[in-house]
């Protein structure tokens, strides 16, 4: 019950704050009308005869071949992919061409070319002329030229797209200029650097014992040692052939009596008797034998004397391997030198090709085009009559409230019977009334305390 008395004190206080307000505005309804007044006829005077107008031309470009914003190049490595860094057209988005167009060099041009006065045109002024922007989702870039002379901001619109045509093929050729001369110290330092690499593969060719005498050497070497090893396993199965035949004469030799019992006749030819002699075939086995041991010596010295020459062959080619390896890594590693020396010798030049022709390219006039030149326009973009007036009414009324409320504020005098009950919480008594007559007539509830 109490709540419910509480919340309609606080409407009736709101609603008594509200009428003292609206009072307030009620009194000081002339000041708010007169602000106002001033305020909307000063924005139109201004707007109409002081504001001067402005013009806007615009002129429209668009790049054929504009870059992806966010493209990522992937390209392998190698001396073809550092090269191409510096021989490549430069890679320009539509962002970087509107960022182009506000460049100081090129807004100087304009101004000569035009013949500006210098005085009062300065490239920051023209910048501050021009607004340069992409349409979203296209090729195209808008060049808005503000002025108060319709022909100059057409002028302007028109001179900067033709000079930034011309500001993009110059610094294309300027880039690419570079790149050549680079390209060309590089090139003149590669011939250097083969020069002296084949004059140090010429002389490394012409020592004595070079890599192709050795591997000659080498062939032959290991020819020799092939047929040393035939002549050794021959040699081993002649010999085992002369042991074994020798084996075998001993054995028969073993079984043979070196001498035996014949019988002879008398010399007087009466009778024989029995005589002890040489056996022929001992004798014979005895020679045999000899003979297979010399045979058996010699094989064995062949063989000795093969082994020996193996061994001496091997030790040879083993140290002849290793001579011939290193020899062969610094003739590769020269030989190596030459041929990286050649190969990029011949991409600077194939690249010097190449970047000449890109130089000659007229990269402004190849990635853009003028799509829309600038006219002269009638009618001006600015000053927005109706808008300031509009404007200025409206921050005229605010302004009016405020210095109602403030006058309202400032004024203590007791001029109503709300005022003495509002100013000194005493009821009223009575009033009376103003003696004019015609005053009366006209304000019957104005009273005197």
């Known amino acids: ?43 139109g005077a201004l707007s109409f005869f002081v504001l001067p107008p402005v013009y806007e031309a615009q002129a429209v470009l668009m790049a054929t071949q504009p870059a992806e914003q966010q493209r990522v190049v992937r390209e392998e490595d190698g001396l073809e992919s550092v090269v191409n860094t510096v021989s490549r057209l430069p890679q320009m988005t539509i962002n970087s061409y ?126 020799n040692l092939t047929a040393y090893r035939t002549q050794l396993v021959q040699a081993e ?51 045999m034998l000899e003979e297979k041991n010399v045979a058996l010596a010699e094989k064995d010295a062949q063989l000795t004397v093969t082994s020996e020459s193996i061994s001496r062959l091997e030790e040879e ?44 390219i007229n990269l402004g006039e190849t990635n853009l085009i003028v799509v829309s030149e600038a006219q002269a326009p009638d009618v001006p973009v600015k000053p927005r009559k109706m808008l300031n007036m509009a404007v200025a009414g409206l921050l005229g009324i605010m302004a009016a409230v405020a210095a109602a409320f403030l006058f309202e504020y400032l004024d203590n005098t007791i001029k109503t019977p709300e005022d003495v009950r509002q100013h000194l919480d005493l009821p009223l008594l009575g009033s009376i009334p103003v003696m004019s007559p015609g005053r009366l007539k006209e304000r019957p509830g104005e009273s005197r305390v």
Do not use: C, H
């Not at 309609?8 to 002339?30: M, N």
């Not at 797209?161 to 993009?168: D, G, T, W």
């Not at 002389?203 to 032959?220: D, I, N, Q």
């Open 237 to 287: 199965i002649e010999y085992r052939q002369a042991l074994a035949a020798k084996e075998r004469v001993e054995e028969a030799l073993k079984k043979t009596e070196p001498k035996i019992q014949v019988r002879k006749f008398r010399e007087d030819g009466q009778g024989t008797y029995e005589a002890e002699e040489i056996n022929p075939t001992y004798v014979s086995l005895t020679q």
């Open 1 to 43: 019950m109490n709540e419910g008395r509480e919340v309609g004190f606080v409407e009736a206080v709101e609603e008594i704050d509200l009428r003292a307000y609206l009072k307030v505005l009620q009194k000081w309804k002339w000041l708010l009308a007169l602000i106002t007044a001033l305020a909307v006829v000063t924005s």
């Open 317 to 360: 080619i083993k140290n002849l391997q290793a001579e011939l390896t290193d020899k062969r890594a610094q003739l590769e590693r020269l030989q190596g030198d030459v041929e990286r020396i050649k190969k990029t010798r011949d991409v600077l030049a194939e690249k010097i090709t190449q970047t000449k022709i890109a130089k000659s």
């Open 98 to 223: 509107v960022g182009q167009l506000k460049n100081e060099a090129l807004l100087q041009q304009v101004i000569k070319t035009l013949k500006l006065d210098p005085m009062l045109y300065t490239p920051r002024t023209l910048a501050g002329m021009i607004e340069a922007r992409a349409v979203k989702d296209t090729n195209l870039i808008e060049v808005k030229v503000s002025s108060s002379d319709p022909k100059l901001a057409a002028n302007v619109a028109n001179t900067l797209a033709k000079e930034f045509l011309e500001f993009i093929s110059k610094k294309n050729q300027e880039q690419m200029a570079r790149s050549v001369e680079f390209l060309q110290e590089q090139l003149a330092e590669e011939e250097k650097s083969l020069a002296k690499a084949v004059e140090a593969l010429k002389k490394y060719e012409a020592e004595p014992r070079g890599v192709p005498l050795l591997e000659k050497e080498m062939t032959s070497k290991v020819e």
